[in-house]
């Protein structure tokens, strides 16, 4: 793409409403803007980072065995009622009459419809497992939304939902999830930390969050640090097979975990003091397993191998694309701007042309850009007439992995530099070389 | 994809409340599921056409430069009040009052809020031309929903916005959009002819609709049928020359075309007799050129060359993909069942084993599965254990391009049997001949 005929409205000015670095650099780089309290239009490049983040969390959702579907935003009050929700949500629920006054709400999340649809059709054992899941926009009417994107009132969800005959299959059906995400956050560039979550009236112990580690996270939390040297599981593990799939699960629970409300000081202290890990975290996914709690309501029974209809086993598994978003740049900015993990860079190379217009540069800069682009790399040339400096602060702000920096100093020597964003280090290599470094 | 992971909740029996073929079909193959009137929520084969027409539009969308954001579904009334029209838009707009008793809206379309991310940014014409366009749900709260995903309430919508400095260059834009349209319908495998379309008081006549012909269509509409044969632009239109694209507009529009409202029965008797076309029509996009309708009254203005401020000039470019996957079946079905054009098939092959359980036709079903998935082919493996009566009416039915026939009988000969839905050709012919006519 050609920066001069995108979309980039860098801001010079920090926000000050803004309170988190991730709200004022998504401000700064015109990745969002603000149409309401909580609500935001996500610009070019901020949609560029949300649809790679959406798509790695398919693509594990998928290897895993979940199917995609896509249920609407706007939902009917009456399937709440069948749950007992309706009344109970409080005002988080943003509530809608339509023109037939017929009351209506915006889904906040879909428990309910997707319990509906099993019931629709899914009859027998034999139609089991299931995991459906969706990514869809939902809305949760905060009274007080801040920190932009990472808590707005409409935000991305992804939530898949497993449906299984008993207990047994939806514990594999929840360590199937468990090991999805597991990949899917490392994917990311996050190392994301499963700890033991409430599981209020179903008790058990299937609810895990996925916590990141961030100095500006929402909450305390505590760990065994060896989980920051953990593996991850490989994309070769066996979604079918149940015994993997718990001992994966076993040894990414073996350790202590907890949130703040689930923190045993006891426990914690048994763990040697320089493995103690005490640090603020940010939540980016939860998974749950709820049981019968709205198949049971709302009748959605199979018929199981004995002839005995049964109301399925279901657990519930979210990520929140959106708020992941805000949650990386917590994780991975410096003080000149946001760092993108390769996998979900808006951009992977930055290609500044440090005087556009004249010739040689402009000849230089277009045949990188088509080899880069020819060989599937998504770059970001800017060709416009702004002075070095200025782009190289856009760079270092949009915190693209890559820079080639090409100016007719070095060209007159056969040269480009090639800059890491990571960790600032520069080299003036010959342009073949730069891009071997990039394409592999 | 294996059917015994899938979810594919085929009906046997015609729903009785669906009045039109491709609301009867996608309930039937599961494609949608009806939530609420005029609410639906889409099955994994319905998501996977939506998500193919969406890459397609997307592509074109792309590649005549326009640039994609992704603005939210809940609006502010305020930002309604600035153009005036949320008094007038009366009950199709869905209103909602938040928690904090402020008036929002679900968008049924996007000119203000785009508009005022303009205003935002957009200063100089220096950053102009500009088109940004979204993929996101809107919400139209019709009396009658009916027809299905043809006129849902809660519907997907393409809508695209072009920003220029001055009328002229805006007529580039609306051009661009233009030639954007006929590409992309017809690598959706549509037939879609551009119709002079109503511009009320903005004037002139920069607005056409794009409609496909259909036996079930909405509306009568008129013109040449020279039309149905002309020729796609090609993928290498230069759409920075404003000339090329006035002269494929110009051929595009230099013969009759007219929708009921626009049709002018003395220009339509001047075509010879046989080359004229009247028929029933489904209108699939439109194009608009409304000026400083919005930019005017909402102050987004940009400076120009002379150091004057004036109002950007502004179009609309819509397409509903979620109305479309309706009207690519009206057009395209039989008695059977759907039949889907290559590009937008949910899968492109159904793999049908006649006999699962079978080692040798087991065998000879996952080589295929494998060979195809692995050359990046859309495979609907169907390893259930139904009759083979009731595979072939299925897949018929859901009207994959083309169908494996693999049976023991077969085998033990050494082929296959290959099935061309769109005309029932079948041929026997080995396994490798086969899969050398799929992935050619």
Not at 87 to 108: A, N, Q, S, W
Not at 248 to 257: C, E, F, G, P, Q
Not at 363 to 382: E, N, P, R
Not at 413 to 440: F, N
Request: aromatic residues 8%; negative net charge.
């Amino acid at each position: 793409m050609r920066l001069s005929r995108y979309f980039l409205p860098i801001l010079r000015e920090v926000p000050k409403e803004a309170e988190i670095i991730s709200h004022r650099l998504m401000l700064r780089t015109g990745m969002i803007r603000q149409e309401s309290a909580g609500i935001y239009a996500w610009l070019p490049l901020g949609k560029r980072v949300l649809d790679k983040i959406c798509n790695i969390i398919r693509e594990e959702q998928n290897r895993a065995g979940a199917v995609e579907i896509l249920m609407p935003t706007i939902q009917s009050a009456d399937l709440w009622r069948e749950s007992g929700r309706y009344d109970d949500y409080g005002k988080e629920m943003l509530r809608i009459k339509d023109r037939h006054e017929r009351d209506m709400l915006f889904g906040p999340t879909n428990e309910e419809m997707l319990t509906e649809i099993v019931r629709a059709y899914v009859k027998s054992y034999k139609d089991l497992p299931l995991n459906l899941y969706h990514i869809q926009w939902k809305f949760r009417d905060e009274v007080r939304p801040r920190f932009g994107v990472m808590r707005s009132r409409e935000f991305l969800m992804k939530d898949a939902y497993s449906i299984d005959l008993d207990f047994e299959s939806a514990v594999t059906a929840y360590n199937r999830m468990f090991v999805a995400y597991l990949r899917t956050f490392a994917r990311l560039g996050l190392k994301a930390i499963p700890m033991v979550a409430d599981t209020g009236p179903i008790g058990g112990n299937h609810s895990h969050e996925f916590i990141i580690l961030a100095s500006t996270g929402e909450s305390q939390v505590f760990c065994h640090a060896d989980y920051l040297a953990m593996d991850t599981p490989a994309a070769g593990v066996n979604f079918d097979d149940a015994e993997e799939l718990q001992s994966i699960v076993n040894r990414w629970t073996s350790l202590y975990a907890a949130t703040e409300e689930k923190h045993d000081e006891a426990a914690f202290g048994v763990i040697p003091e320089g493995e103690r890990l005490s640090a603020r975290g940010i939540e980016v996914g939860h998974i749950f397993y709820f049981g019968t709690k709205y198949s049971a309501p709302m009748g959605a029974k199979v018929t199981g191998p004995d002839g005995v209809d049964s109301p399925v086993h279901m657990g519930s598994y979210g990520i929140g694309p959106s708020r992941l978003v805000a949650a990386i740049i917590e994780a991975s900015h410096d003080e000149n701007g946001i760092i993108w993990p390769e996998a979900i860079a808006p951009f992977s190379v930055g290609l500044l042309n440090l005087k556009a217009g004249d010739a040689a540069t402009d000849a230089a800069c277009d045949s990188i850009y088509a080899t880069l682009t020819a060989k599937g790399v998504d770059v970001l040339y800017d060709d416009t007439d702004e002075r070095p400096g200025s782009k190289f602060a856009t760079a270092d702000l949009i915190g693209l992995p890559w820079q080639i920096i090409v100016g007719p100093k070095g060209l007159a020597a056969g040269t480009v530099e090639l800059k890491r964003r990571a960790d600032g280090a520069r080299e003036t290599l010959s342009l073949e070389s730069a891009l071997a470094r990039i394409v592999g």
